[in-house]
């Protein structure tokens, strides 16, 4: 059953409108098709309208739709030979992060990402996405054993954050997520990076550091999620819309700012609404980055990394005589 965002219900009353005279028309036998038509066009515009101009909090919305495809349903549709790879090799296995070996496009590869689940159930298995500490060594001793056989890393981001319990925080959760980063920074083969939803603090950074950001159009990407940004300026975290307008979250502004790389264009409505199809978008962005950077020698590759990522936040002065033609 689809599930109705809360800014959809004018769409969706609209639908169900249309839907009654359908059956009115199928019961009674009385041709209304014209009526049909005429509610079915002002449907049209009216998602045309919705989606045409998407606030920032609504695109926060969107990215939390629990029918937006995951890492697992993009290693699946993505490459043949996908196999997941469990366990840090300190602690356990974590739920939250995926990760293994596939073949995308007939060359070797590394998977690795966060993992929400599709029910409750599921969700409170992968505890909503958010990982653990073993789940950031889980991926970083997957990334270096991709180092090691020389396979391209393809990392998938959709996590409010890292998990912040105290266990969490006992086992070094802040230590784990530095390693990566480090480790990241550092190596020798090409890394893609894609924000698929939610892109939340140092748990999306953690896996995010590559020589390609990637992010879906309806996706977000930031320091603090909405809700926790207004919980700490407002004392209330029922202003998440608020902070949502005014953080510059959303993929375009991230495009903007030269944060991310690309902004892949979702299916009409968000990419819950047609899987399949986002999933052959990705994979068109991906084979499309790993054409490019894997002809790039290795020193190269490296320079331009650091580089990238040098020059995030760099800003002038408005005075700044230099500057001036």
């Not at 937006?68 to 043949?80: E, F, H, I, Q, V």
């Not at 590394?110 to 060594?137: C, L, S, W």
């Not at 608020?242 to 510059?248: I, K, L, N, P, V």
Request: aromatic share 8%; net charge negative.
């Amino acid at each position: 059953m689809a599930i109705d965002l809360p800014f959809e219900k004018p769409l969706v009353e609209l639908r169900v409108k249309i839907d009654e005279l359908k059956r009115f028309t199928e019961e009674k036998g009385i041709d209304m098709s014209e009526e049909v038509a005429t509610l079915e066009a002002k449907a049209t515009a009216l998602a045309q309208a919705i989606y045409r101009d998407l606030t920032p909090w609504q695109k926060v919305q969107i990215a939390r739709h629990p029918d937006r495809p995951t890492t697992l349903d993009y290693a699946r549709g993505l490459c043949d030979d996908f196999v997941e790879l469990h366990g840090d090799r300190q602690f356990r296995d974590d739920p939250a992060v995926v990760g293994g070996i596939a073949r995308f496009g007939g060359m070797a590869i590394t998977i690795v990402g966060t993992q929400k689940g599709k029910d409750t159930k599921e969700n409170i298995y992968r505890n909503f996405g958010m990982a653990h500490p073993e789940g950031y060594r889980k991926a970083r001793r997957l990334m270096k054993q991709a180092e090691k056989f020389g396979r391209p890393i393809l990392t998938f981001i959709d996590t409010a954050g890292a998990y912040p319990g105290t266990g969490a925080e006992e086992r070094g959760q802040g230590e784990a997520i530095a390693h990566n980063l480090i480790d990241m920074v550092g190596l020798r083969v090409p890394i893609v990076c894609i924000v698929t939803g939610e892109g939340g603090s140092g748990g999306a950074l953690g896996l995010g550091v590559g020589d390609r950001i990637l992010m879906l159009e309806h996706a977000w990407y930031s320091v603090i999620a909405p809700e926790s940004a207004a919980a700490i300026l407002w004392k209330d975290a029922t202003q998440g819309q608020r902070a949502a307008d005014s953080m510059c979250i959303t993929a375009q502004d991230l495009y903007r700012f030269g944060v991310v790389d690309e902004v892949l264009p979702e299916p009409f409505g968000g990419a819950q609404r047609a899987p399949q199809e986002m999933i052959h978008t990705v994979k068109s962005a991906v084979a499309s980055a790993f054409e490019h950077l894997c002809c790039m020698p290795v020193d190269e590759l490296l320079q331009k990394r650091y580089e990238k990522f040098r020059n995030m936040g760099v800003f002038y002065e408005g005075n700044d005589s230099s500057l001036q033609d």
